[in-house]
């Protein structure tokens, strides 16, 4: 039985009856509320959208986000100096002067035949074939109902189709032409000033001044042989990532060899498989995406600089002993020195410990007056919705923001061959860094093995005491030589005494005795 707030008890049976004639009483009420007539139309448009799901796709070249063109110190780095590709920046009145190059690139690109004598200086390595600027025009127009896809629709409804047509058709056979010229080293068929020719370059780059890839591929399969054109476009990529180096001496070549193949377990591992026959390794990422074509230049010009498959998801990356970075100074103090890596790909950071010390290696880059305006392009890209969400830019530009705060860590980082300095001074490099970093967020699994291993040194107490001892008393080769000197002197010193204490001891005792 159950008492009431009058006191009168209740039964089991009327507790249920209420709660039924209660129920009843709420789903009166909900049939109650009428729903309007708009109310309907749009859950009609909800239901609609169903089918979306799992559908949705972005065009696939897009507009730099909001959030990075408001930064005004960059907005000039995502506009063309002197070239509008695509529809973006299409009829600008400052681009027009090259409007009319175009059109004479154009017919270079048609009329190009490897047959042909060439001048002077000119690699012939490229086998092409001369066709009708006609069966070019046919080429692109078949494949437009694609590549209007790759843009929304807003943006290039006020072109006819014969418009568009025409403008991908100039804008790839320049594209094409240009790299050409470029790579086989004939820059005076371009007619061009040498500062317009590197402003192309800077501009082909841009996020918003892309092309469809598929365009260029139906045009190089009309010029080229044996897939040649993608070559051709991959050498031009490498060829302006990749600046020579100073050779090394035979001592250091040795040390760099065995550092490198004892220094990482995954190299040793590959090594004795290599000498027991074992199967390389299994599928990867990255060869999976070699029978895909890149949406644009742009992405192509990432896969150069990132290899796809170095961030893996699998490890932890929230570990509570990582506290932060540390400049290259403050490296340097601890007992971390720093090399420059065989690899220029920007996901090729190593970290080797040692028993008293450390080595950082990173890659080697080239830093002059287009570098912002290219990491900027693809840091946008990377926050574009339908791009990979490996954000893999823009963590090795957070991870360089970390290691430059000043001049002395650009001075650090330049004279061991990491940092080429073609800008300015390296305060100015330094600025670079720090400006180009700003409100970025990294991929959390990006260099996390890396971090993880130098926070590890710094847990080392006896590594920190080490590295600071040398820091103290070695700084130069004079205090070594003098180290060594008076460790010489001491060892005469204990061995003329040890050698006196035999002498005297005979002396006292002799044989005979």
Known sequence: MVTNEEGRSIGINEIFIDEYRITIHQDSTSNSQEISENERQWLHTLEKRRGDIGSMQKPKIQRVPKMHREIEANVRCYEPLVVSIGPFHHGKPELQLMEKRKELLVIQFADQDCIKERPEGVLPWLSTNSVSIDVLYKKVKNIMPSVRECYDDELIKKYSHEEFVQMMLLDGCFILQYFHCIVTGNYKELKMKSYDIAFIRRDLFLLENQLPFEVLQVLMNCKFKNNEGLGMIKKFISSAHTKPTPPLGFIQGIKDFFL??????????????????????????????????????????????????????????????????????????AGIRFRPGKSRRLSEVKFTSFHCSALLTLPPITVDDSTKSEFLNLVAYEACPDTPDDFGITSYLTLMDSLIDHVGDVKELRSKGILLNFLGSDQEVADLFNEIARDLVPDPHAYVDVKDKIEKHYCSKSKIWIAEWKNTHFTSPWTVLAFIAALFVIGLEVTSTFLAGIQTYYTVHPKGS
């Open 260 to 333: 490198d193949l004892f220094g990482d377990t995954l190299k040793v591992m590959s090594f004795l498989g290599k000498i027991c026959g074992e199967e390389g390794p299994p599928f990867t990422k990255q060869e999976s995406m070699k029978n895909r074509l890149p949406a644009h230049l742009l992405e192509l010009l990432k896969t150069h600089l990132i290899d796809p498959n170095a961030f893996s998801e699998g490890g932890c990356y929230l570990r509570g002993e990582w506290r932060s970075y540390r400049s290259a100074m403050e490296l340097r103090r």
